[in-house]
């Protein structure tokens, strides 16, 4: 029940690229910019992209991110295997006045 | 750059009061707002709430009833009260920094309530 709606699971060949949506509302997304973390078992998340498309000192370039509207997407392009993980959405809610993550989605590198 | 490190107990009784504190270590205190999120075992992220220096505080409503956070600046520290816990407030929790969202965090402290 997560007000920020990521698939829970996508899943693509090495080399290919996957794109992970994060959808929410006006009050949200729609007015705020979003950060995305990626997450491996036992660690701490990892910011990947911060205001909606900008990615920190050390972040390749086949990880960029977008927002159209009330949703945001991630894309990986030339996927390892070392990119399996778990991706999260998150973004500030002006109504709510709350930081907001969606669901997570599992990345899996066939 | 930030460094945040977090302590408190690990492991806890239904009904007792969950209590973690953060201490920033480098760059501006004053000019963030520090929040506290916890990640269930093989769940998403839930962020908790937030502090700022002079101690203006946003909560998750959905915990707010059982949450107090608060913050010695004096100190750069900032803590996480969550009374009356149960099963389901087991966890890692993190502390971090709001900036550009999270772009800080703690190592993480894993809370286990049981009997």
């Known amino acids: 029940q997560f007000v920020l709606t990521q698939p829970p699971s996508v899943s693509a060949a090495p080399g290919q690229k996957v794109a992970i949506s994060c959808s929410g509302s006006?009050?949200?997304?729609?007015?705020?910019?979003v950060s995305w973390y990626q997450q491996f078992p036992g660690t701490v998340p990892k910011l990947l992209i911060f205001?909606?498309?900008r990615r920190p000192s050390g972040i390749p370039d086949r990880f960029s991110g977008s927002k159209s509207g009330t949703s945001a997407t991630l894309d990986i392009t030339g996927l390892q295997t070392g990119d399996e993980a778990d991706y999260y959405c998150?973004?500030?809610?002006?109504?709510?006045?709350?930081?907001?993550f969606g669901g997570g989605t599992k990345l899996t590198v066939l | 750059q930030v460094q945040l490190q977090q302590w408190g107990a690990g492991l806890l009784k239904p009904s007792e009061t969950l209590s973690l504190t953060c201490v920033a270590d480098?760059?501006?205190?004053?000019?963030?707002?520090w929040s506290w999120i916890r990640q269930p075992p093989g769940k998403g992220l839930e962020w908790i709430g937030e502090?700022?220096?002079?101690?203006?505080?946003n909560y998750n409503a959905s915990l707010k009833s059982r949450v107090i956070i608060s913050v010695d600046t004096s100190k750069r520290q900032f803590s996480l009260k969550l009374t009356s816990v149960t099963a389901a407030d087991t966890a890692v929790y993190y502390c971090?920094?709001?900036?550009?969202?999270?772009?800080?965090w703690g190592q993480g402290t894993l809370v286990t309530v049981s009997s």
């Open positions: 006006s009050s949200n997304i729609g007015r705020n910019y």
């Open positions: 205001d909606n498309n």
């Open positions: 998150g973004t500030w809610d002006s109504s709510l006045s709350a930081v907001l």
């Open positions: 502090i700022n220096h002079s101690g203006s505080t």
């Open positions: 971090a920094r709001r900036d550009v969202l999270i772009s800080h």
């Open positions: 480098g760059g501006s205190f004053s000019g963030y707002y």
